[in-house]
């Protein structure tokens, strides 16, 4: 990996004295970059990306908070198992961070799969959460299964697919099937990376050239295709598992893009708890760190303070 995209580099080049580092917490090496001070506000990502998608908040979020941008079981400078990618494990994984840290309660936010891990951390530990933010996704619940296997007529126009009224979930279904995608992706990871990033951004140039590279390199290896798909095919495991969870008693606040999944989760959320704010983010699609970082950064202030 070239020196200026390591970890290590990244952290230090982010305002508020961050630094790159590891913890063994629950059989795992979880990669995680620290900084800023105050109540400790967890940051978890999602795919195909690293814990660098915050990166246009955290040095804001430092000012307030201290920040703890964690890369996944199975992502960027994490290890990569060949198991316990169902998102009770990997919340596991995040509430044995927490107590490594020294804290004993945390606030957190999760963008993509990262709000389904903080969704089951707030539902089997509850004891560690003050309060979550759900960016764009929640938990897989049984409405995953109504997802249709081919896109309808606004979103498919002369071979191509468009964002219509909601975005066609190509991947959910390639990332389902078991090892072939790693041997089709291996060295050609920036082409799925621009793909899906063209689609789901609302403005394309928000996720730059070197951010694209960046996330990549971090895919840039069989091992690490596995696991990312990994968290997908856990889903029907996920979903029976959140058929238990019953209500959360944690404040939850969901941001969803108007381009997005803010309808979706407007429909569904409510009724998993019973504190819950949906909240529009408006010019946005899928990755609001990154298309509308100001609004995240206020909306996450006002919500934590």
Known sequence: MLEHLSDAALAASLEGDFSSRYAEVN???LHHVVGGHGATLVL???WPQTWWQFHKIMPELARHYRVVAVDLRGMGGSAKPETGYDKKTMARDIREL???LGDEKVYVAGHDIGAMVAQSLAANHPDVVEK????????????LYGLTLLPQSDQHVDGDFLAGSRAYLWWFAVNQVRGLPEKLLAGRERELIDTLFDYLLLDAASIGERDRE????AYSSQDA???G??????FMRDIEDEKGYGPLTVPILALGGDHSNHPYLASVLPGKGTDV???EVKDSGHYLPEEQPETVIRLLTEFFA
């Open 229 to 234: 798909n990994a968290w997908y095919q856990a």
């Open 44 to 46: 978890l990502g999602g």
């Open 98 to 100: 927490v107590r490594h």
């Open 277 to 279: 704010q949906v909240v």
């Open 132 to 143: 979550i933010a759900l960016l764009d996704v929640h938990h897989p619940d049984e409405t």
């Open 225 to 227: 295709i596995r696991a």
């Open 27 to 29: 059989g795992v090496r």
């Open 214 to 217: 960046i996330y990549a390199r």
